[in-house]
DNA sequence: TTGCTTTGGGAAACCGCTTTCTTGTCGCTA
DNA sequence: TAGCGACAAGAAAGCGGTTTCCCAAAGCAA
């Protein structure tokens, strides 16, 4: 690519070398067997001439970019974030690449990008597509060889790498559960939100196998503003008889601690508060937050060795959901004496 | 790209409708001008047999891909997270897809990953290089077009964009210094960071404005952690007579605060506390965090503008460095009774 | 020595486009 | 009606590699 003044070509190297083109190019890719004289020529005149093979020129001929998109709704998101660096930096041991394309949360644009995304690519990555279903299910068929994160996808050929919401949810349920909770506060993310229902259906399954566990719904959303506007409803959910509170995420979570720090609740004397994601924050706020930690870099390293496997036509490793490790910290504690 | 079957090509649209492939470039082009009826032919070809052109082809004849990369030492800073969104969504605008290369803080790969990232593409940025100034010096004569980001670099015909560190710490000495402190304590980042250098020159020159001040370094990191392990020698400072705390960053400065919580010292009537960056969390601290804010988003948008022009080989816009805007929040506070 | 198989390496085709070059057709003027 | 210029569209030449195909030389057995 670019301007620089006609970079060498292989022509170049066989002419100043007295080789073929092909004998180049055997060199280049440790073909055959070459003469090591031949050899000895070749490298001497790919140094003298500073030459460094087109990979576009590389790619036609191959039909491979060695490189892999990642389609992700918010680059800003911290768990995407941790994603896209495992995986890059997984790929970059194999040789490959990572194309960034952020859909701006734009649901209409997904399957646009998407399929652009992959024309230039080997293969992609579908972070937390928002799309419906159906069009989920006819776009990875399209776009094959794809790894789909954080995103259910029953019945479907392709490999899902994501967090178990569902176990994630019932842990941290358990957890408040042991503590002596029974009435608890979800304060939930945006609605379009297929994790959001994956703690749902998590809050369900605890709900069946603990009857005596009460839930109540807020809704909320996904960001420190939200958790810290929630706070009305939470402390009605609280005088109402609601002991602990879920959050969405750490950042509702602290969101929400801030606003009730500001209106004298006491966290967790007078309400547990554990949030989901594990985020740096969470270990340093006052008090330390409560939280399910998730294997960022690790779903992002998961996430390139199904691609890989499935770019080179190896066997294709099934698909994965990492449970969420409780981080048990002191935000939530065994009920007390209510304010 | 990919191992679909045999995906069809300007030849078969060529064929099926009746046409040159010349032709069928033209109309996807828009070059020239073609029989109407050959425009129609052609495009309902392209229509029915589904053809899209290969990316591939076109950047071997064009030298061009429309991407360019970002080579960034650690993508897990939020400060780069957001820098590459803004870049990615206005180079996005333009047509150009962004690839991600993650150098994770290895100074000596930087240039071998630029290199080879920029025969990938037609431009690079990078995004703060840590490598000795002499070799960038090269290095950017080398990958031409690039814009540098966050790294002064002068006298160069390159593009800087970045955040003016200088000016920003001298705004917040200004800030304490309205409030009345004179002994300030600086706990410094880590000690190859180029923008902790800057900060330092900051420092340097608020001295120089304000002989009635004097400042402490205290050397740190940029991490929470590091922030909450330079409590001990901020509590030294303090008894020393320091009355307010400049942190390298947001993290720092949250991380401190959460230690001088749990050692019971009181923010801010017993110590001013300020950080930088205005990560979305210093709003929401307790108490929320004074700290200079540095538009992370608009810095990718102007990177990608002055990359733009330069692949364009338009009028290349001049270096800017953003001044950072004071959050006066809660940390800080006039100079009171001392505990 | 003859004849056959290896084997190393060059010529050329090809990957899928763009663009130049060339040809053929049409319309116009003399 | 012949002749010239415009112009639209096809043929073909790249872009920079890889790979097939083929030939010449070498190695070996008979």
New binding site residues.
Partial sequence: MGQRSR?T???DVAAHAG?????V??V??G?????PE?VQRVQASIAELGYR??PT??S???GRNNTVAMVVPDLENPLFQGILKGLSLAAARDGYRVLVADTAENVDDEEAIALEARLRCDALVLCAPRMPEAELRALVEAVAPVVVVNRLLPGVEVPVVGVDYVRGIRDLVDHLHALGHRRIAYVGGPPTSASNAERRRGLAEALTARPDVRIDELPAGSRLEDGYAASGAVLDAHRDGCTAVIAFNDLVALGLMTRLHELGVEVPRDLSIAGFDDVPMAGFATPSLTSMSVPRGEIGAQTWLRLHALIEGGPVEHSVLHRPRLEARDSTAAIGVRA
Avoid: K
């Fill in positions: 970079a070509t292989i022509a080789v073929s083109q092909a004998s190019s055997r280049l890719n073909r055959a067997s070459v003469d031949i093979p087109s020129a590389r036609l001929v191959n």
